[in-house]
C-alpha cells in the first residue's frame, strides 16, 4: 500500500513552459485535492475531485486544468507557467470525513 | 467563508517544555477541526482531530479540545522533545457539501533545541 504517491518531486521551468504533476492513489479513496503551499501562507485548494469525471475549483484555481479518468489518479497541468507559480504542490486523497492523506509534494520553480 | 488563523510564529523551545500553539476558527455549522504536521521534507500527516464540540484529539502526547464557545482549537503538549520540531497546521472541514475541502491556518513552525 503506496499511499498516495507524487511525481515529479522537484523541477524547474521556464516562463511559458508546460508541465503535468503527476498523483496517483492505491486506497480506493473518491475524493482527492491539489493544494498549493506557499512559504507562510499554509495551504490552498487548486482543484479537487468527487470522483471519477466529476471535477471543480478551489480557491485558486486560475493557470491549472485537471482531470480525472480513473478513481487512482489526478493529474493537474500547468499551462503557460509564470513564476507566481513557484510553490510546493500537494495532492491529497480521502474517504469522504476522514483523514487526508498526503503526498510527498512537488517542488516547482519558474524562473 | 470559513477561515482559520493560527499564533503568529515560529516558536522555539527547549526541551521538555510546555507548547501551546493557538487555533481560532472561522466556519458555518458545525466543522471538523484537525491538526496536520509537516516535518522537514515531507507531506503532510495527521496529528489529530475532533469532530464535534468538546471533542478532544490526542496523539503522540499532543492535545486539543474543540471549543465551539470560544470557536477555538488549541494545540498542547507538556513536554516536547527535539523530534517534535516540524510545521503544526491547524485545519477545519465544513462538511455538508464541502466535499472534504480543508482550510488551513498559515502554519507555525516549532523549532525545539536541547
Known amino acids: 500500500n503506496a499511499g498516495v504517491t507524487q511525481t515529479p518531486k522537484f523541477r524547474i521551468l521556464k516562463i511559458g513552459q508546460s508541465m503535468t504533476l503527476q498523483c496517483a492513489q492505491d486506497?480506493?479513496?473518491?475524493?482527492m485535492y491539489w493544494y498549493r503551499q506557499d512559504p507562510g501562507m499554509g495551504l490552498k485548494l487548486i482543484y479537487y475531485s468527487v470522483g471519477a469525471g466529476i471535477t471543480d475549483k478551489g480557491e485558486v484555481p486560475n493557470g491549472y486544468n485537471v482531470s480525472r479518468s480513473t478513481t487512482e489518479d489526478f493529474p493537474l497541468r500547468l499551462e503557460l507557467a509564470a513564476p507566481s507559480q513557484t510553490s510546493v504542490y500537494f495532492c491529497?486523497?480521502?474517504?469522504?470525513?476522514?483523514?487526508?492523506?498526503f503526498g510527498p509534494g512537488t517542488r516547482l520553480t519558474v524562473l | 467563508g470559513d477561515s482559520v488563523t493560527q499564533m503568529e510564529g515560529p516558536v522555539t523551545l527547549s526541551e521538555e517544555a510546555f507548547l501551546t500553539i493557538n487555533c481560532t476558527y472561522t466556519?458555518?455549522?458545525?466543522?471538523?477541526l484537525f491538526w496536520y504536521v509537516q516535518y522537514p521534507g515531507e507531506g503532510l500527516q495527521l496529528l489529530l482531530k475532533?469532530?464535534?464540540?468538546?471533542d478532544k484529539g490526542s496523539n503522540k502526547g499532543f492535545e486539543a479540545t474543540y471549543r465551539k464557545e470560544t470557536t477555538s482549537f488549541h494545540l498542547e503538549k507538556g513536554s516536547v522533545q527535539v523530534s517534535d520540531s516540524a510545521v503544526y497546521f491547524c485545519?477545519?472541514?465544513?462538511?455538508?457539501?464541502?466535499?472534504?475541502?480543508?482550510?488551513f491556518g498559515q502554519g507555525t513552525i516549532l523549532t525545539v533545541h536541547p
Open positions: 475532533a469532530t464535534k464540540a468538546d
Open positions: 486506497m480506493n479513496h473518491n475524493y
Open positions: 485545519a477545519l472541514s465544513a462538511g455538508g457539501t464541502s466535499y472534504g475541502k480543508l482550510t
Open positions: 466556519a458555518t455549522g458545525y466543522p471538523s
Open positions: 491529497a486523497s480521502t474517504a469522504v470525513g476522514d483523514t487526508h492523506y
